[in-house]
């Protein structure tokens, strides 16, 4: 992706390789999760309410996916840092004001898209057939 793998941009990328590839892995663990507990609550026959817990792990892949996808940690937009070094949980403070805003505003759209993924997933997973 050549620049936004290895720049800061405000509101567009915050995240080099070694976080973006964290957050891939944390959209295929909630994947994971998703498949296995909703396998069991079926297995269980527990009450179709319960299917509804599918949104969790459905909002983490999709937070996870999301971040990896737009090169974006919502967590360190929110908190105004940065990464681009070679080892994941290095971060630089985003000193101008103008840059964080952007950077919060990027984060909050994952944030609303992950939940919006996520209560989709639950809606499916609650109206499928047992």
Not at 16 to 43: D, F, N, P
Not at 92 to 114: G, N, P
Request: hydrophobic share 50%; proline share 5%.
């Amino acid at each position: 992706m050549g620049d936004r793998d290895e720049h800061y941009i405000p509101g567009v990328c915050n995240i080099g390789k070694s976080e973006t590839k964290r957050r891939e892995q944390a959209g295929w663990l909630g994947v994971i999760t998703a498949v296995i507990l909703y396998s069991l609550i079926v297995y269980l026959n527990a009450p179709r309410l319960w299917r509804l817990i599918i949104f969790i792990p459905a909002a983490i892949a999709a937070i996870g996916f999301l971040q990896a996808r737009m090169h974006f940690c919502a967590y360190f937009g929110m908190r105004g840092v940065f990464n681009f070094s070679p080892y994941a949980g290095e971060t630089e403070t985003i000193d101008q004001v103008e840059f964080r805003a952007a950077d919060r505003r990027r984060a909050w759209l994952i944030i609303i898209y992950s939940a919006v993924i996520g209560a989709m997933v639950a809606a499916a997973a609650y109206y499928l057939p047992p």
